[in-house]
């Protein structure tokens, strides 16, 4: 289990210390864990930023203008849409502790055996925030020591870009909290090095009895004894998360030429979680088996937005060209795959010659239709015929070429096709 996983489960450590209490709010609230929360309440009651952006900020925030954030010690990065077409720069930096200031931290760390076993083992306890008060210092930013700049022309501190960002923070520590310790300067591996050499330990089990002795060698079991015992009944499979956790912050952007960025990447391992969880349940094999333009495809549908519903545009933008494709061509994909899935896509390129009792059902949903292999036109309005044998309705665009307008019709409506003569007509308006 990562420490993503145990965000929640780890505010114990005796140290009295509860969740601060949650802001009141109709929308989206930041800070879900002990960590972020603590976060969050540092930022609005110590860090004394100017408040009148920081509602603004929030706004911001909340409605997604905010690009993936650069977490590296004791700095976060981040573009944050404006007004402008391009997107401002931001920066928010934490003071880093002093070579001395982490000297007195990591020996008050050492000094509590079980927080130190709990840190070896991956998790992070609210306690440790008391562990560091008690040197004189404060893992979360106090007054000074948080300093957001961003590249638009509002003089405030912070203006409302950086104020997102700085709510953002929370998400972040949402999904590890180890980067509490990375915003003071020190990546979680360098902490734990730091300790393990305090403590003289190398180790586990359960980091040698909460560090309180080098692990003993394992003696073994005879294979005759191993064989001869009757086997435990197997653990019941854990319950599965409500929804698809969220991708945890890279600690560093890929590597220049490698034509990837933060963004992509979040948005590939986002996907494949959410379609990971639905595997698990039971449903379907959730594109395993698509080819590479079917699942572009797939993608593409989630961006091209549906009825009264906007699409997103920029992200359809990119990933059309980082397929090569043209954006309206890409929307047109998703488009058919959001209507008829695999089969749907196939009736956009394919030209295929059906037996023609097959056309008879199309031919009275569009009376007067002209017949072309698969496809049955008449004026503005066109049905192809799927290999699935259901008809998938098409009009004409602006462009003059036929898209796909909605989803499938079959067999089963030829009962009722005269309420449908009047919908599938010249003038009808697209769907």
Same mark, same amino acid.
């Given at each position: 289990?990562?420490?993503?996983?145990?965000?929640?489960?780890?505010?114990?450590?005796?140290?009295?210390?509860?969740?601060?209490?949650?802001?009141?709010?109709?929308?989206?609230?930041?800070?879900?864990?002990?960590?972020?929360?603590?976060?969050?309440?540092?930022?609005?009651?110590?860090?004394?930023?100017?408040?009148?952006?920081?509602?603004?900020?929030?706004?911001?925030?909340?409605?997604?203008?905010?690009?993936?954030?650069?977490?590296?010690?004791?700095?976060?990065?981040?573009?944050?849409?404006?007004?402008?077409?391009?997107?401002?720069?931001?920066?928010?930096?934490?003071?880093?502790?002093?070579?001395?200031?982490?000297?007195?931290?990591?020996?008050?760390?050492?000094?509590?055996?079980?927080?130190?076993?709990?840190?070896?083992? =991956?998790?992070?306890?609210?306690?440790?925030?008391?562990?560091?008060?008690?040197?004189?210092?404060?893992?979360?930013?106090?007054?000074?020591?948080?300093?957001?700049?961003?590249?638009?022309?509002?003089?405030?501190?912070?203006?409302?870009?950086?104020?997102?960002?700085?709510?953002?923070?929370?998400?972040?520590?949402?999904?590890?909290?180890?980067?509490?310790?990375?915003?003071?300067?020190?990546?979680?591996?360098?902490?734990?090095?730091?300790?393990? %050499?305090?403590?003289?330990?190398?180790?586990?089990?359960? $980091?040698?009895? %909460?560090?309180?002795?080098?692990?003993?060698?394992?003696?073994?079991?005879?294979?005759?004894?191993?064989?001869?015992?009757?086997?435990?009944?197997?653990?019941?499979?854990?319950?599965?998360?409500?929804?698809?956790?969220?991708?945890?912050?890279?600690?560093?952007?890929?590597?220049?030429?490698?034509?990837?960025?933060?963004?992509?990447?979040?948005?590939?391992?986002?996907?494949?979680?959410?379609?990971?969880?639905?595997?698990?349940?039971?449903?379907?094999?959730?594109?395993?088996?698509?080819?590479?333009?079917?699942?572009?495809?797939?993608?593409?549908?989630?961006?091209?937005?549906? =009825?009264?519903?906007?699409?997103?545009?920029?992200?359809?933008?990119?990933?059309?060209?980082?397929?090569?494709?043209?954006?309206?061509?890409?929307?047109?994909?998703?488009?058919?795959?959001?209507?008829?899935?695999?089969? =749907?896509?196939?009736?956009?390129?394919?030209?295929?010659?059906?037996?023609?009792?097959?056309?008879?059902?199309?031919?009275?949903?569009?009376?007067?239709?002209?017949?072309? +292999?698969?496809?049955? $036109?008449? +004026?503005?309005?066109?049905?192809?015929?799927?290999?699935?044998?259901?008809?998938?309705?098409?009009?004409?665009?602006?462009?003059?070429?036929?898209?796909?307008? =909605?989803?499938?019709?079959?067999?089963?409506?030829?009962?009722?096709?005269?309420?449908?003569?009047?919908?599938?007509?010249?003038?009808?308006?697209?769907?």
């Amino acid at each position: 289990m990562s420490p993503a996983d145990r965000v929640g489960t780890t505010g114990s450590g005796g140290s009295g210390r509860g969740a601060p209490p949650r802001r009141p709010g109709s929308r989206r609230g930041f800070g879900e864990s002990w960590w972020g929360a603590a976060w969050i309440d540092a930022l609005e009651q110590r860090a004394r930023l100017d408040p009148n952006r920081l509602p603004r900020g929030r706004t911001y925030a909340r409605s997604g203008a905010v690009g993936a954030l650069s977490v590296a010690p004791g700095e976060v990065l981040a573009e944050v849409q404006g007004s402008r077409r391009s997107p401002y720069k931001v920066k928010v930096r934490v003071r880093p502790f002093a070579p001395a200031e982490w000297e007195r931290v990591l020996d008050a760390l050492s000094a509590e055996i079980g927080h130190t076993a709990a840190l070896l083992e =991956g998790e992070l306890p609210s306690a440790i925030a008391d562990d560091v008060a008690s040197v004189g210092l404060d893992l979360l930013p106090g007054a000074g020591e948080l300093q957001p700049r961003c590249s638009c022309p509002d003089w405030a501190d912070p203006c409302k870009h950086a104020a997102a960002v700085c709510y953002l923070i929370a998400d972040v520590l949402d999904a590890d909290p180890f980067t509490v310790l990375l915003l003071r300067g020190r990546t979680r591996e360098e902490v734990l090095a730091a300790l393990r %050499a305090r403590r003289g330990d190398s180790v586990s089990p359960r $980091t040698a009895d %909460a560090l309180g002795a080098e692990p003993s060698a394992d003696a073994g079991v005879v294979a005759r004894d191993a064989w001869a015992r009757t086997p435990a009944a197997l653990p019941s499979l854990p319950a599965l998360p409500r929804r698809a956790l969220r991708p945890t912050v890279l600690a560093a952007d890929p590597p220049p030429g490698t034509g990837l960025d933060v963004a992509s990447l979040r948005s590939l391992a986002a996907d494949a979680a959410e379609r990971a969880l639905l595997l698990a349940r039971g449903a379907g094999d959730h594109g395993l088996l698509l080819s590479l333009e079917q699942d572009l495809a797939r993608r593409a549908a989630r961006l091209v937005g549906s =009825g009264d519903a906007p699409g997103d545009g920029e992200a359809l933008e990119d990933l059309a060209r980082r397929a090569g494709l043209a954006v309206r061509e890409l929307a047109m994909r998703g488009r058919a795959w959001r209507d008829g899935g695999a089969e =749907g896509l196939g009736t956009l390129s394919e030209s295929w010659d059906p037996d023609p009792r097959a056309l008879e059902v199309g031919r009275r949903l569009l009376p007067g239709a002209v017949a072309r +292999h698969n496809r049955l $036109t008449r +004026h503005e309005r066109q049905l192809r015929l799927g290999r699935d044998g259901r008809f998938y309705p098409y009009r004409k665009d602006h462009s003059g070429r036929f898209s796909p307008d =909605g989803p499938p019709l079959g067999e089963e409506i030829e009962e009722s096709v005269g309420a449908l003569e009047d919908p599938l007509g010249p003038d009808a308006p697209a769907r």
